[in-house]
């Protein structure tokens, strides 16, 4: 399941299997946000390609990364219920959410994904100077 392509960016054709999506420091995490259908919506992780043939952003459906959530992942889906903050429906919302929702995990792990990004971009430009 880690190596299956989990996205095809719409710009470069790259094939993104989850766990590039995760490791690789040209893919920026932007922020996690529901997308409405026509049924209940579908919850997305957002992100930036930075590559220089690329740039573009794309989603990925947050539920291809179970793999990578290492706690319980409750069934209830709170989404702008009684007792939501809301957080999940606004991209630029990057604060962690403490609630009994089936997307609070992939909300904890979305940053912990950007706090190690940007460690190791850290590291990597620390480096080369």
Known sequence: MADET?????CCQACLTAKQLVDDLAVKPIGTAFL????PGKHYYFFQ??????????VVDVEH???????????KVMRLGPGCEGRCVNIHDLSECQQECHF???RRFLLKMLAEKKTRTQRVLGATT
């Open 49 to 58: 390609h930075e590559t220089p043939d690329c740039g573009t952003s794309f």
């Open 65 to 75: 990364f179970k793999q990578f959530i290492t706690e319980p992942i409750p069934d």
């Open 6 to 10: 989990v996205k095809k960016c719409n």
């Open 104 to 106: 609070s995990p992939f």
């Open 36 to 39: 409405e259908d026509d049924g």
